[in-house]
């Protein structure tokens, strides 16, 4: 395929998953799940790519995310 304007090739490239290298822990273990769950939050994955991911429902996703911001809230309302 060439550019039509400049008759040069036009390569395409894969854009690159920023999640690929990531290991999912045992989904079975409720603490294993949350802090996954957590991780995933804070690399900003949305989250309905978690749950697509992980098969893990999006109101368990967004319940810890929920507390994850009301920990936060709280953590600097103390300093």
Known sequence: VTN?????PITYSRPE??????EVPDLSNPKERA?????????????????TLTGISLGEIQFVQKVMLNTNSRSKNRS
């Open 35 to 51: 802090d996954f769950i957590r991780l995933l939050l804070r690399k900003s994955m949305r989250v309905d790519e978690i749950s």
């Open 17 to 22: 998953n920023k999640f690929s290298n990531i």
């Open 4 to 8: 039509i304007s400049t008759n040069e």
